[in-house]
T-cell receptor, first 115, second 114 residues
Framework: DTGVSQNPRHKITKRGQNVTFRCDPI?????LYWYRQTLGQGPEFLTYFQNEAQLEKSRLLSDRFSAERPKGSFSTLEIQRTEQGDSAMYLC?????????????FGPGTRLTVL | AQKVTQAQTEISVVEKEDVTLDCVYE???????LFWYKQPPSGELVFLIR??????QNEISGRYSWNFQKSTSSFNFTITASQVVDSAVYFC???????????FGSGTRLSIRP
């Protein structure tokens, strides 16, 4: 399978714990995006990387959130001191930069439940 | 600011009926891209179509068709002869000229009854 993969697919944690999600983009895609989708809403942009550089961060990304893409390949999204409001589906997407448009391909998501 | 509005929260129709999902967008960019995605119960976002702001031609793909009208800032999606498998949440979305992020609407939940 050559699509975007995300692990784990589901995560249940207790409030106050730290969690980390991983995203593996499509091979050779240089852009990687994180979105969050809460129940009944559309996905909301969190951040994106071009290679290793984090180029944009949404105001939704509080200090408890940190994303990395150390070698320009896979990315991790860590949430520290989780809160019940963090419960959501976390989606990753990747794209290959072209001169006119970057088609974003989405992964299956990681569903986080904070108890 | 960019915004996408899908006023229809839920639609339910009987199989074989035609159904149109509405989408209205706001942007100050002169170059932008519009999308429709499908999200079935499995949760994965399935890309359906992308249009750029300079191409107002309507598009048809099988039972699906899209009507892009810049004058009314709308990008509506019609399913002809709906099928039960079309049941899903459908998102309209917008991306600016930099194409760094996609702004999604809140979605329309479509239920097709047999």
């Amino acid at each position: 399978d050559t699509g975007v993969s995300q692990n784990p697919r589901h995560k249940i944690t207790k409030r106050g714990q730290n969690v980390t999600f991983r995203c593996d983009p499509i091979s050779e895609h240089n852009r990687l995006y994180w979105y969050r989708q809460t129940l009944g809403q559309g996905p909301e942009f969190l951040t994106y990387f071009q290679n290793e550089a984090q180029l944009e961060k949404s105001r939704l990304l509080s200090d408890r959130f940190s994303a990395e893409r150390p070698k320009g390949s896979f990315s991790t999204l860590e949430i520290q001191r989780t809160e019940q409001g963090d419960s959501a589906m976390y989606l990753c997407a990747s794209s290959l930069e072209r001169h006119w448009y970057n088609e974003q391909f989405f992964g299956p998501g990681t569903r986080l439940t904070v108890l | 600011a960019q915004k996408v509005t899908q006023a229809q929260t839920e639609i339910s129709v009987v199989e074989k009926e035609d159904v149109t999902l509405d989408c209205v967008y706001e942007t100050r960019d002169t170059t932008y891209y519009l999308f429709w995605y499908k999200q079935p119960p499995s949760g994965e976002l399935v890309f359906l179509i992308r249009r750029n702001s300079f191409d107002e031609q309507n598009e048809i793909s099988g039972r699906y068709s899209w009507n892009f009208q810049k004058s009314t800032s709308s990008f509506n999606f019609t399913i002809t002869a709906s099928q039960v498998v079309d049941s899903a949440v459908y998102f309209c979305a917008l991306s600016g000229s930099s194409a760094s992020k996609i702004i999604f609407g809140s979605g329309t939940r479509l239920s097709i009854r047999p």
